[in-house]
């Protein structure tokens, strides 16, 4: 039992942050909304010359090799950066499924993906709306009972408008060409909705991370009645509750990372969980940042709503709280005596 | 990162259930706050100490077992499961014991831990006072040092345990001249000294689960102050870390009225709006959560690291939690949700839980208190 990271996955995960810190500034995503390009091709050959990118493909394909604990790491630092780029996306759902996908898809894969900076998208019926397909090179789609690859170029789209500008999507008219299979359909798409699950909880608790310390530090900044408001107990209340929440929803993630790299037959229930845990911390850390910087906080002109709006869209994709309430509720029923108190690891 | 347990964790696991299920005692003990309830509290920590589970900790020249955090989880998620009785002696086992081990001298430690062990020093809190609530600063009880001994005057109240304890613990101001913080001293109280007069005060349950203390020229030996004279505050603040943090509320006890919801939920689905999933789900989620983050705070502790203020967070987490169970429970079991403990049914034991519920967001500083904690320590913001 040893329930800590090791010296190694801290210290990609202080690479990654730096990385961040200094090219996905605020500045820097609101120039993609401006520009509608939210994909930095800079910033992605940064985070591929990074090692980000291929971090969880097997060393033999010229990655990493690492596993999902080190990734839910990373990953929460590209939800603290509120990172345009999906490299969450291509790490958790793309290399991450890649050895389950049948050989002929994944030949195609790497036939176009692995140049080391290409992109390949996902559409799924808990994420209808593809990410950045313009980027892509491929696009993996999942339906009701089979899923498909197909490249990017045989995909007819159109631009779908998302509340948050950093997320630019498509909705897809027609496909041609594509590469069908319904072998294993249930072990994969369970593979992809955990890990959906998880990755969008890792950039939500990343996120709520962000709120709170631009709240902190708004809370410490801005004065009434002479003093900083932060000073004053219903303020700090407020931003206490949001603590309280991330502190709780963390631990769950690096479960649920883990779980997955365990092969434990429970990932699903924990990746639900850890969903279920960091949509609440997200939310309450929206709700209470908003309302410390006060108007201000209503403005398209302060920081905040940056990652506010991000933070919305990962709440309500690859299953949102309600959905991951009902894996929950589901799995506590059918299998009541398998939980609880012997059965946290 | 490894979240599984060792064939030697899973092996004391097997030791500590198959002890426990040979002794703990057939009929269900009385109430600890009652005073036959107590002494038979007593005697099951008695019971603990002969099979050497008083605290599994401690080093074994004090009674422990020199085991690790994680151990101590393990004994507590089989203690909790088999519904073994409440420790009468947490305040000094859970409180007081990591205290002495961190501040007290070697015959300190070997004096209070031993009997402490045996169930023969059974410890009450002595913090608050008539002025100092949640403003613990306030606190105007005096020691004062004549030789060899303190001279104590004034009072102290809500001192859990203390209707029947053999001794209390708490801040005393040494340095009359002192304010605030400073000037206080850590200082151990036999309770049958003369001049002590302890007052019950029923609780919302009836029973007398704390009471005041009054003190009227008490001398104490100056041997019973642990740490230094005035290094009182630095000692109770720790104390209070140890109450907040792991070993006032271990997640076992959560995780297993989460599992009992669960149960009473699906006695009584078909009674239930679907508005009740929601809440069976939160009760799981967060025990779950609670206990994830024991573990990983045990971790880092056992790595080299430290609990501080964080432990703010857990005690709003868990007492929040402990509401919302009983609430959900009292829901569920619609008209019998009013039925006493006298009433023999078995809803009120929910309903005892209920009650306490109210508690836990009070004692061990409020949970206001906490969030301010919070605010100040970990966020950054100004007083």
Known sequence: ?345 | MKINFTPEQDLFRQEIRSWLEQNIPSTTLLSLDTKEGFEQHREWEKTLNAGNWSMVTWPKEYGGRGLDLIEWLIFEEEYYRAEAPLRVNQNGVFLLGPTLMEFGTHEQKSKFLNAMATGDHIWAQGWSEPGAGSDMAAIRTTAVLEDGYYRINGQKTWSSRATYADWTFGLFRTDLNSERHRGLSFILVPLDLPGITVRPIAQLDGEPGFAEIYFDDVKVPVENLLGGDGEGWKIAMATAGFERGLMLRSPARFQQTAAKLLQLYLDNESDCSPAMQASIVEAWAQSESYALSIYHTASKMLAGGSIGSESSLGKIFWSELDHMMHQTALKILGASAELSLDSKHDAAKWIKGFMFSYAGPIYAGTNEIQKNIIAERLLGLPK
């Open chain 1, 1 to 345: 039992m040893n329930f800590i990271f090791t010296e190694e996955q801290i210290q990609f995960k202080d690479a990654i942050k730096a990385f961040l810190n200094d090219e996905c500034t605020p500045e820097s995503i609101r120039g993609g909304w401006a520009s509608k390009q939210s994909f930095n091709q800079n910033r992605w050959k940064g985070l591929a010359d990074l090692g980000v990118l291929g971090s969880n493909l097997s060393e033999d394909s010229g990655g990493l090799g690492m596993d999902q604990v080190a990734l839910v790491l990373m990953v929460e630092e590209m939800g603290y950066a509120g990172l345009p780029e999906p490299a969450a996306e291509q790490t958790f759902l793309i290399n991450d499924l890649l050895p389950m996908l049948p050989p002929k898809i994944q030949e195609s894969i790497q036939e176009h993906h692995m140049s080391g900076t290409s992109y390949i998208s996902v559409a799924h019926p808990l994420a209808p709306n593809p990410l950045f397909l313009k980027e892509s090179t491929g696009l993996l789609i999942f339906e009701e009972d089979s899923y498909k690859f197909v490249l990017t170029s045989d995909v007819e789209f159109e631009e779908v408008v998302s509340n948050d500008p950093s997320r630019e999507l498509g909705r897809i008219i027609s496909i041609k060409n594509s590469i069908s299979s319904s072998e294993n359909f249930e072990l994969l798409n369970a593979a992809v909705l955990s890990r959906g699950a998880l990755m969008t909880a890792a950039l939500l608790i990343g996120l709520s991370q962000k709120m709170i310390d631009l709240s902190s530090v708004y809370a410490l900044d801005r004065t009434q009645f002479g003093k900083p408001i932060g000073s004053f107990q219903a303020v700090k209340h407020m931003l206490a509750d949001v603590a309280v929440a991330i502190e709780f929803a963390r631990p769950a993630i690096y479960r649920a990372a883990y779980s997955l790299v365990d092969n434990n037959p429970k990932s699903a229930l924990h990746c639900a969980h850890a969903k279920y845990m960091s949509a609440r911390a997200a939310e309450i850390a929206s709700k209470n940042s908003i309302q410390t910087h006060g108007a201000m906080g209503y403005t398209w002109e302060m920081d905040l709503h940056i990652y506010m709006r991000k933070a919305w869209s990962l709440m309500a994709c690859w299953g949102n709280e309600d959905k991951q309430q009902n894996i929950i509720f589901n799995t506590l029923k059918s299998s009541k005596d398998e939980l609880g108190v012997l059965y946290t690891f």
